[in-house]
């Protein structure tokens, strides 16, 4: 499953990696607990829903330097979430070769943050996706991952965050925020949901789009920006960063994409009094 548009001068293309559709929707409660903010009441009174659609929308960008793609969803074979999941997720590449990209065509490769269904795409099985790709992710992110990890809903992702650093070696290069990291792609601050977490902004004559990465992963996160979730680890600041990236969004009226949205996962934000609204534009 795939979408092509463009931003300026810059092809693009959503690449699905997978989008578990009803009964294998998670369950809201799942994201918006009593742990994080959001007592049980508020979010049924909130929500008229019990499930929420999780996209893995991976977006692909051909600047003059190459092809590159920024997160690259769980993988085939993946088993995390339960049976149920690994036929319906870990379809990147099939996208990929319906879109015409070949895996050894991938210049770079961009991590918003090192979370297994960011990275894994990358790496499973042991063996480097994309061979002729460099790799890029935060500084911080890298040294994160590198260290002791002690919190526990980061554990389920060290295995990949680890092999990723392990696998692309010398090929992953730290960033810093306001990076230009290939030409019209840049680094945004986004940090909270993880340390080096950030977001990614697409420019080209005068078009932009701003990749958001795991800002939000519910529309109600706009209408509730200081809704944090379980995988948020530092959820003070990840509640700042949302805050941050929805007024940037809305007040200079960036198209977005948000990697966990329904596919395509493109869209623009609205303020609305305090708060903010998602308007999907496909
Ligand atoms: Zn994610």
């Known amino acids: 499953m795939f979408y092509q548009f463009s931003v300026g001068q810059l092809e693009c293309a959503v690449v699905s990696d997978g989008q578990p559709g009803p009964p294998f929707e998670p369950a809201l409660h799942d994201y918006f607990t009593p742990d994080s903010g959001v007592p049980d009441d508020v979010l049924r009174a909130a929500a008229g829903r019990l499930t929420l659609t999780c996209g893995y929308n991976c977006l692909f960008v051909r600047t003059p330097d190459g092809m590159a793609v920024v997160d690259t969803g769980l993988g085939a074979s993946f088993l995390g979430y339960g049976e149920y999941i690994e036929p319906l997720v870990g379809q990147l590449e099939a996208g990929m070769k319906s879109a015409g ?3 050894s065509d ?5 991590f918003t943050h090192l979370h297994q269904d960011h990275s894994r795409g990358a790496i499973w099985s042991g063996e480097a996706r994309f061979p002729a790709a460099v ?10 991952w590198s260290g002791p990890v002690d919190a526990p809903s980061a554990q389920p992702h060290i295995e990949a965050a680890r092999e990723t650093i392990r ?16 030409p019209g792609v840049t680094t945004v601050a986004a940090a909270g949901h993880t340390p080096g977490h950030s977001a990614i902004l697409l420019e080209s004559r005068g078009d932009r789009l701003l990749c958001v990465g795991d800002t939000f992963y519910d529309p109600l996160q706009l209408t509730n920006p200081d809704w944090a979730t379980p995988w948020d680890l530092d959820q003070p600041a990840s509640i700042t ?18 990697y966990h949205l329904p596919f395509p996962g493109l869209g623009r934000v609205e303020r609305s009094g305090a708060a903010f609204t998602w308007h999907p534009v496909c």
């Open 241 to 258: 960063s949302r805050r941050a990236i929805l007024e940037r969004a809305a007040d200079e009226h960036l198209l977005i994409h948000a």
């Open 106 to 110: 991938l210049a770079a490769v961009v």
């Open 167 to 182: 696998l692309f070696g010398k090929r992953l290069r730290p960033f810093e925020h306001g990076a230009e990291l290939l």
């Open 101 to 103: 990209f070949s895996r």
């Open 135 to 144: 790799a890029f992710a935060h500084a911080s992110e890298l040294a994160f």
